[in-house]
């Protein structure tokens, strides 16, 4: 599997967690006093954005991303829905290696 496509996972699984984090986690920690949610989604939050950050500056010599680009891919993994974005708008139609022959 390519490192683009990894990024591409990875993406959508960071912005899908942070989702979980601010619209489930944090009310029942705060609403129902269960902080056991954000102490279950917060480290998973926690490493799926270091790894979308890692993977970023990985895959962004691969993709031909200056620096504007990569400071704003970079910039997205703080804003609630914005690796969706990037992933359907950056890297969906990156061009993907063509496949190994048997």
């Known amino acids: 599997m390519d490192i683009v496509r990894i990024l591409r996972y990875v993406s ?37 954005f270091l790894a979308y950050v890692g993977l970023v500056l990985m895959v962004r010599g691969q993709l031909g991303w200056d620096i504007k680009r990569t400071v ?6 703080v804003l609630p829905v914005a690796p969706y974005f990037v992933e359907r708008f950056w890297l ?6 063509e496949a190994v022959r048997a």
Request: net charge neutral; hydrophobic share 55%.
């Open 12 to 48: 959508i699984a960071e912005a899908t967690s942070f989702l979980l984090l601010l619209l489930v986690a944090m009310p029942l920690k705060y609403g129902a006093d269960t902080p056991q949610a954000v102490q279950v989604m917060g480290p998973i939050h926690g490493v799926l």
């Open 72 to 77: 704003l891919a970079l910039i997205a993994a």
């Open 92 to 97: 969906k139609q990156a061009p993907q290696p």
